[in-house]
């Protein structure tokens, strides 16, 4: 069993930048993959971005490249997602997602139920 926790969440003017974090637990996060998805009011869960589990491969949003950028560190077990450039738009809680196989596809990067753990989530409010 995998635990994520994501930290960084917050209040910033439009053109501002965050760093979210994901902390895991598990002696195996090294060999996931994992992503961000985030769920706006009233919306569905949506795609932001995703890592391999070498860091070798990253996908992301159209509505994000360009300006948020997916990391991770295998021997902090932590996994970050920069953003910068932020937009009202932008606005929703982020949740950290972990998947067991560690290699992606751009499908199923952005494909929510190909993860198999998530955290709780962090709120992301952008004010214009």
């Known amino acids: 069993q995998v635990q994520l926790v994501e930290s960084g969440g917050g209040l910033v003017q439009a053109g501002g930048s965050l760093r979210l974090s994901c902390a895991a637990s598990?002696?195996?996060?090294?060999?996931?993959?994992m992503g961000w998805f985030r769920q706006a009011p009233g919306k569905e869960r949506e795609f932001v971005s995703a890592?391999?589990?070498?860091?070798?491969?990253?996908y992301y949003a159209d509505s994000v490249k360009g300006r948020f950028t997916i990391s991770r560190d295998n021997a902090k077990n932590t996994v970050y997602l920069k953003m910068n450039s932020l937009k009202p738009e932008d606005t929703a809680v982020y949740y950290c997602?972990?998947?067991?196989?560690?290699?992606?596809?751009?499908?199923?990067?952005?494909?929510?139920?190909?993860?198999?753990?998530w955290g709780q989530g962090t709120q992301v409010t952008v004010s214009s």
């Open positions: 598990g002696r195996t996060f090294s060999s996931y993959a």
């Open positions: 890592i391999s589990w070498s860091g070798g491969s990253t």
């Open positions: 997602a972990a998947r067991e196989i560690g290699e992606l596809s751009t499908v199923v990067a952005g494909t929510r139920k190909e993860y198999d753990y």
